[in-house]
């Protein structure tokens, strides 16, 4: 962005934060609120030009506005003592009054100094700059009408009085000062204060309308009490549903008191109660405005429970109708606002949001505010946030949205004054905040999409784009060059898309990956065989004129590491193909053929053992390197390596992507190197960069390929395999017994089956007397037969050859 005053910005403070100050704030003062409750008379300063009658005051020392500690009193009783702690006082209410920019606490304590000082000018003065900056706390508004009231004399200061009871009751829901400043009327008049109170009020506190209606009967003023039965929606309700009522508000606050956060499921739950009460929808509306006006005065600086109030009353009464009244339709305002518009400037003037910005132009637009009135409006609003860069940043791009939404094309005059808004928005970014603003450019980004698509106009959005690259830094970003191509194709026909690329390749001093692939992607679809040939030429030229740069350019960002990069001193004989590392590799390199020169004649030595080949070169860590079946996105793998190639040559030419952790070169079993490696980084990012700016670039003279590592399933040993492979027969186990003897078992076998034959042949011819006789002894002959034949039968397994010959 264009030079401007540096200045010191601040984000906003957390709500939790602003929170627990106001508790804290409101437990310091708990005690003077309770004597202000009980309208015990005060004492101001003599410089406050009073009248006697208020010099001449009881003083009561419970009931003193001052909140010096007592024991600073007794250090300084004497004049001289009292004389200096006032000056201290009026240095500290003026110091913190000339700060340009104050946040709450600072006007809290801004308040709390004044009470100290004790006059009533810088009471007045703190209260006054409170006023305008943010919505006051409620025991603040005590202190301060407790003051004011003994102060006020005149007809015109009682109206002063009210007015000032009517701003603090427009603030936040509080119970104590409502009941303060009904405690000091004794008559009817204002009566727009009855009225408006008892909107607000009313449900929660039947004993101000007890109040009221003792007074009506009194006087009889008709006029009220028609306007109290109009507008006040309990004055009409029975005892029994105010009963129902005030049981739900105080399990609500019982509820609420058990909170330190919120919670819109707090609200949800009893908003769901509601729904089934017997009392009328205007009833159920005024208890939804109090449960969260209850959780406002606790939380009073978060967004979203403003976001939930204003979504809750912009809620169809009847969901199922289309023409239902809302909710904030049906319900008489007290000093409260509720509606969307009033909601939506509480919210902004307790604690401006990002989310609430943009649903104040939102509202705005919904309700057709013109555009002079919008332009007023958001000037206080950035007059309001001015401190808050990012916010102001924000809000100045939705409104230069909605200037788009709003501008007819088709009129010179409107299409003047929406670019001249944005050279507006840009020069006003440039003069508060300089070069950290819209550090994105997204103010002349959105200029120039608007000029391409909505105005037509894509000279004036290339305009544009050369205003943004003429900036420092910003040729230097390819997601930049990206955008402003995509542009180019999208809305223009690509007509300037490829001098374009081919200035964003010469200009980008690294990381022209992605480019040259969008270029060379655009040539394949649109061009023909000549532009693609040029488009090729003129990519490798550019990566290698330019992958030096690269690894060198992202150390500067990796300053913040816990290891930072080292700067690659070496890169260029590595990746321009000269040298090749041959120096560091000689020492690295493994065992050759002319080791086998030296080993002995006359007996064959096994292969070289792996102790002469250096750790750094060949060993890895075990814990860094397991074989893995999936994808590993923190390491890359690298082929196509020269034979000389070294673990320090590669650790020299990666080491800029990122913080290397370790590097395994691959070897065969006889030592030589197989020309592939693994480098692990620490992060998936670094690898990812390395492979888009060192794939395809030469290293020892030889073009790499570089990739993320991704194995393949590891093949299983044959001592791992389960079972025989399909197919395979089974082998017999393997039989101590001679072959000769097997053989020699043979014949014999052999020869008893055919004098078995014989035998059973000649039984056959004898008579039937005879064979019936011979059955038995021939069942026992075979049966004997069968003994002597399984008795020398050829052994089955060694033990039975060991029987056989009596071993």
């Known amino acids: 962005m264009a030079s401007g005053a540096e200045k010191t910005h601040r984000a906003p403070p957390a709500a939790g934060d602003r929170d627990d100050d106001e508790q804290e704030q409101a437990q310091q003062l708990q005690q003077d609120d309770e004597n202000i409750m009980n309208e015990q008379p005060i004492e101001i300063s003599s410089d406050s030009s009073l009248g006697d009658s208020a010099s001449e005051a009881h003083l009561d020392s419970d009931s003193e506005i001052s909140i010096i500690d007592d024991s600073q009193d007794d250090v300084d009783d004497d004049s001289e003592g009292d004389s200096q702690n006032e000056e201290r006082l009026q240095d500290e209410f003026a110091m913190i009054l000339a700060m340009p920019f104050k946040e709450h606490k600072l006007y809290m304590q801004l308040c709390h100094t004044a009470f100290k ?155 769901l109660r509601l729904v089934t009460l017997p009392v009328s929808e205007r009833c159920k509306v005024s208890l939804g405005k109090v449960i969260y006006e209850l959780s406002l005065c606790k939380w009073a600086s978060n967004s979203e429970l403003w976001m939930d109030y204003i979504a809750y009353m912009q809620t169809p009464v009847d969901k199922e109708s289309e023409k239902s009244q809302l909710h904030y339709m049906i319900l008489n305002d007290g000093y409260l606002k509720c509606k969307p518009m009033e909601l939506i400037r509480r919210a902004l003037l307790a604690m401006p949001s990002i989310k609430l910005n943009h649903k104040f132009l939102q509202l705005m637009e919904q309700h057709d505010y013109p555009l002079d009135k919008v332009d007023a409006e958001l000037g206080q609003l950035f007059a309001r946030i001015e401190q808050y860069m990012e916010m102001t940043v924000e809000l100045e791009l939705d409104y230069l949205a909605y200037r788009v939404r709003h501008t007819q094309i088709d009129v010179e005059q409107q299409v003047s004054a929406l670019r001249a808004a944005f050279r507006q928005t840009w020069n006003r970014l440039s003069e508060k905040y300089g070069e950290l603003a819209d550090t994105g450019y997204e103010v002349l980004q959105l200029w120039a999409l608007v000029e391409y698509a909505t105005l037509k106009s894509p000279n004036e959005g290339a305009a544009v784009w050369s205003e943004i690259f003429s900036y420092p830094g910003s040729s230097d970003r390819v997601d930049l060059w990206l955008a402003c191509a995509q542009m180019d194709a999208e809305y223009n026909g690509g007509r300037k898309i490829r001098s374009l690329l081919q200035l964003a390749l010469s200009m980008l001093p690294a990381n022209v990956v992605g480019i040259s692939d969008l270029y060379r992607r655009y040539e394949r679809c649109f061009g023909n065989y000549e532009t693609i040939a040029k488009c090729q030429a003129y990519c490798t030229e550019i990566q290698l004129s330019k992958h030096v740069s690269a690894p060198q350019r992202s150390t500067t960002f990796a300053q913040g590491r816990r290891q930072p990069v080292q700067p690659r001193a070496a890169n260029k004989k590595h990746f321009g193909g000269v040298g090749g590392g041959a120096a560091s590799g000689a020492a690295q390199s493994p065992p050759n053929k002319k080791m086998k020169k030296d080993l002995p004649a006359h007996k064959k030595q096994p292969p070289p053992p792996p102790a002469p080949i250096k750790k750094e070169t060949f060993e890895t860590k075990p814990a860094n390197f397991k074989y893995s079946t999936t994808l590993e996105t923190n390491k890359i793998f690298v082929k196509n390596l020269h034979a000389g190639c070294t673990q320090q040559e590669l650790t020299e030419a990666f080491q800029g992507y990122g913080h290397i952790k370790d590097v395994r070169l691959v070897f065969k079993q006889n030592q030589r190197f197989k020309g592939i490696a693994y480098i692990e980084f620490e992060l998936p990012e670094q690898a990812q960069k390395a492979v888009d700016g060192a794939n395809g670039l030469e290293l020892g003279g030889l073009p790499i390929s570089v990739a993320i590592s991704n194995p393949p399933p590891k093949p299983m040993s044959a001592t791992a395999a389960a079972g ?43 008579s039937s007397a005879d064979a019936n006789g011979k059955a038995n002894i021939d069942d026992e002959k075979e049966k004997e037969q069968k003994e002597v034949s399984n008795a020398t039968t050829t052994p089955k397994s060694n033990d039975d050859f060991r029987k056989l010959f009596n071993i």
């Not at 492979?725 to 053989?743: F, H, Q, S, Y």
């Open 724 to 766: 025989p492979k399909v197919g395979e027969k089974r082998r017999m186990p393997t039989t101590l017994i001679p072959t000769k003897l097997v053989m020699l078992e043979a014949k014999r076998r052999k020869k008893l089956d055919l004098d078995e034959a014989t035998a059973a042949a000649t039984s056959s011819s004898a």
């Open 117 to 271: 000082i004790n006059a009533f000018e810088n009471i007045n003065v703190a209260i006054s700059a409170f006023e305008k900056y943010s919505t006051i706390p409620a025991h603040i508004w005590l202190r301060y009408l407790k003051t004011l009231k003994a102060v006020t004399q005149t007809p015109e200061e009682h109206e002063t009085y009210y007015s000032k009871c009517a701003t603090a009751l427009s603030s936040y829901y509080d119970e104590n000062l409502a009941e303060f400043i009904l405690k000091g009327v004794e008559t009817l008049h204002p009566t727009e204060l009855w009225t408006n109170l008892l909107c607000d009020y009313g449900i929660d506190r039947v004993d101000f309308m007890v109040k009221v209606r003792g007074l009506l009967q009194a006087t009889e003023n008709k006029e009220l009490e028609q306007a109290l039965s109009e507008q006040c929606v309990a004055w009409n309700c029975s005892e029994q549903e105010l009963k129902e009522m005030s049981q739900i508000i105080g399990d609500f606050k019982a509820k609420l008191k058990e909170r330190s956060e919120n919670s819109s499921l707090l609200q949800e739950m009893f908003l």
